[in-house]
């Protein structure tokens, strides 16, 4: 069985301030990771991913996040925030060895305030 | 380039009702996979289609609702009689093989 938490429901961070939003993961085999973000309303948009290699990935807007095994975390990060980047953040995982279907966290409000 | 194209967009049914949802993947995407959210809920694994097959089902109720993916044409998500606890928004992503989901907008069903 594969699961997901993300801890906070909700981050709150002042505009031009590092952001990180916390996901830690369970899974049996190798972890595939990814973010994606949702704007009210909205589908999921996808962010970054890890499959393999380094442990720090970059992904769209300025987004960025940094795979610890030891930590089964995959924290999601940016240097700056912006009021755009108010949204609702969710992290997922799937088995790298087994079925597609991703298991979702049960995501992170994000508000920048200005 | 479009994306993954769902409709409608917002659907309302009375109890009872049939709900039919529909998936267009993104160009060259071959696998198809349906999650439902609710309120305040990340998002939950239903079902994983192929083209003309269904390859893993193990999140789908049991009872009304089924999945298909004809050859031609779009995915199909279809809830028979439906009821207010199936109130929520329905997800489609569509992937090449073994890659990055990408989602569309959702249809929101409601059931009154």
């Known amino acids: 069985a594969q699961s997901v938490a993300q801890p906070e429901d909700q981050v709150n961070v002042a505009e031009g301030n590092p952001l990180t939003v916390k996901c830690t993961y369970s899974v049996s085999g190798n972890p595939y990771l990814f973010w994606y973000v949702q704007y009210p309303n909205r589908g999921l948009q996808f962010l970054l991913k890890y499959i393999t290699g380094d442990n720090l990935v970059k992904g769209s807007y300025g987004f960025e996040a940094e795979f610890n095994k030891s930590q089964t975390s995959f924290h999601l990060k940016k240097p700056s925030a912006l009021v755009s980047d108010s949204a609702l953040y969710f992290c997922a995982v799937r088995d790298g060895a087994g079925s597609y279907q991703l298991t979702f966290g049960k995501g992170t409000k994000l508000s920048v305030i200005p | ?112």
């Open chain 2, 1 to 112: 380039n479009a994306g993954v194209m769902q409709n409608p967009r917002h659907l309302v049914r009375r109890r009872g009702q049939e709900a039919r949802l529909r998936c267009s993947p993104m160009k060259g995407h071959s696998h198809v996979y349906w999650y439902r959210q609710l309120p305040e809920e990340g998002l939950k694994f239903m079902v994983y289609l192929q083209k003309e097959n269904i390859i893993d089902e193990s999140g789908m109720p049991k009872e009304r609702f089924s999945a298909e993916f004809p050859k031609e044409g779009p995915s199909i998500l279809r809830i028979q009689q439906v009821v207010r606890g199936d109130s929520a928004a329905y997800f489609c992503a569509s992937s090449s093989e073994g890659d990055t989901q990408y989602f569309g907008p959702g249809t929101r069903l409601t059931v009154l």
